[in-house]
């Protein structure tokens, strides 16, 4: 009698994991095939034909054949993975219908209109008798970015109950670092005193770069900043001219995070993150000499996106709270700067 065999990581990637599926549609395709003419009802797909990975760069792709008519339906397959719009309007000029294969159903919530169907891994792996593909090896998987999506989403509905729609647009992405942010933005820029217009803008992010770990491990960040276009941000110091962001950044210290030196926001530790002198940008670092040198906290961001303030790490059990006190800074300073 040969003993059970203990579970053990086989599967440690999407693409080791895509391609296990594929070799069990291959070997056992009558109920995933029921499950995709379910899902792609307008199709009639025939008979299955073929199985591939990595054709035109698409995940998988299944080929099938009534009488002399052959359709193709790709499959996008994520685990922890961004899903990117642009990717799947690529996809789709290849195939004549496309699925996304996800871990749980919510996760394709903002791509429906551009896929033809939604798969979870559970669904497709009970197509098969005794696969060999589990949904321990998924689970096994680290997803803690698509987790925190989760969480932030639920988080963007009451964020967006907040703050006024009209005024405000929340949303989430992973741009740039490919970790999950709940982003802040003005929906129009503001026009100030001197006929400039900028957004006022924000995220909660999480922060570093390489892998995640456990939830409870995961941190945070604040930032809180206003747009940066471009030369006209850094005139000359000769010119006597104050920058626009660097006049709007002392008043939201000056009088929403800090009056009369009262530390408002402690929980943040906006003031713990002093920001570094951009060598890069010209007149940079003289103007941050000039007028700011002593609140340099107020310069933490991104070159060619924002300056502002940036938190303290703190967990994702604090979310909520932070999230909140967010929301009403950024009101609060839009507030002080239509009044200005």
Not at 229 to 244: I, N, Q, R, T, Y
Request: with cysteine.
């Amino acid at each position: 009698m040969t003993q059970e065999l203990q579970y053990s990581l086989l599967f440690t990637t999407e693409p080791e994991l895509i391609r296990a599926l594929a070799a069990e549609i291959r070997h056992q395709p009558d109920r995933i095939v029921a499950l995709l003419k379910e899902r792609l009802p307008s199709l009639e797909l025939g008979d299955i034909t073929s199985v591939s990975c990595e054709e035109k760069r698409i995940d998988m792709v299944l080929t099938f054949r009534k009488q002399e008519e052959v359709l193709k339906v790709g499959i996008e397959a994520k685990c922890d993975h961004s899903i990117d719009s642009n990717q799947l309007e690529r996809e789709r000029e290849h195939v004549d219908a496309l699925i996304l294969l996800v871990l749980e159903k919510r996760d394709a919530e903002d791509y429906l209109k551009q896929v033809d169907g939604v798969v979870t891994w559970c669904e497709a792996i009970s197509c098969f008798d005794n696969s060999r593909v589990t949904q321990w090896d998924i689970e096994k998987i680290p997803a803690t970015k698509r987790s925190i999506e989760r969480v932030f989403s639920d988080e963007i509905v009451r964020l967006q109950d907040k703050m006024d729609s009209v005024v405000w647009k929340v949303s989430h992405s992973r741009y740039g670092s490919g970790m999950p942010h709940i982003d802040f933005e003005t929906n129009e820029r503001i026009t100030f005193e001197n006929g400039l217009e900028r957004h006022l803008r924000g995220n909660i992010q999480v922060r570093g770069r390489g892998y995640l770990g456990a939830l409870e491990d995961v941190r945070l960040q604040t930032f809180i900043g206003i747009e940066i276009v471009g030369e006209e941000d850094f005139p000359a110091p000769s010119m006597g001219v104050e920058p626009l962001w660097i006049v709007k950044l002392k008043e939201l210290d000056g009088k929403i995070l800090r009056p009369g030196e009262k530390d408002v926001y402690p929980e943040f530790g906006f003031r713990n993150k002093v920001g570094t002198r951009r060598k890069s940008i010209p007149n940079m670092t003289e103007l941050v000499n000039q007028y700011i040198f002593d609140k340099r906290y107020l310069i933490k961001g991104f070159q060619d996106w924002a300056f502002g303030v940036k938190s303290a790490p703190y967990s994702l059990s604090d979310l909520k709270d932070r999230a909140s006190a967010t929301a009403d800074i950024l009101t609060r300073w839009r507030d002080l700067c239509i009044e200005a």
